[in-house]
């Protein structure tokens, strides 16, 4: 018999803390800056952000154009992990509104994706109601 594969909980941005550490996630957000360096992107949705490594999603053979375009829309799955030193930002574009960061956590992507037709606001809403 197969093994089953650990679904990804959906959560909004807005609900994750330090409780959901060690739990595979499945969020969505817009990119709003990325470091090449550390392969850290910071996705957000609307004052709260999160740090997403998307280093294990890297292919030097397919381009990822995504990862230039500020505010596009991502879905990305993954493990989030509480770091023991806070993680560096990356840099912010000047007209960017100030978003809350936890330094110590970070999604450690293991897809991350363009997703263009999301509805933001209809994603949130499901899960307030608890649909998705």
């Not at 089953?4 to 060690?22: F, G, M, N, R, Y």
């Not at 890297?58 to 879905?75: C, D, G, H, Q």
């Not at 991350?112 to 649909?131: K, S, T, Y």
Request: hydrophobic share 45%; charged share 20%; with cysteine.
């Amino acid at each position: 018999m197969p093994q089953q594969v650990e679904h990804a909980s959906p959560v909004k941005l807005s609900s994750i803390t330090t409780d959901l550490v060690s739990r595979k996630l499945r969020i969505a957000g817009r990119l709003l800056a990325y470091d090449f360096d550390t392969t850290i992107l910071l996705l957000h949705d609307g004052d709260n952000g999160l740090l997403v490594d998307v280093s294990l999603c890297l292919n030097p053979y397919k381009s990822m154009r995504w990862l230039r375009e500020s505010n596009a829309i991502v879905m990305v799955f993954g493990y989030l992990e509480q770091s023991s030193s806070p993680l560096p930002v990356p840099a912010l574009p000047y007209h960017s509104r100030a978003t809350k960061v936890n330094h110590y956590l970070v999604l450690r992507a293991m897809l991350a994706q363009e997703a263009p037709d999301l509805d933001l606001v209809l994603w949130n809403r499901c899960l307030e109601e608890g649909i998705a």
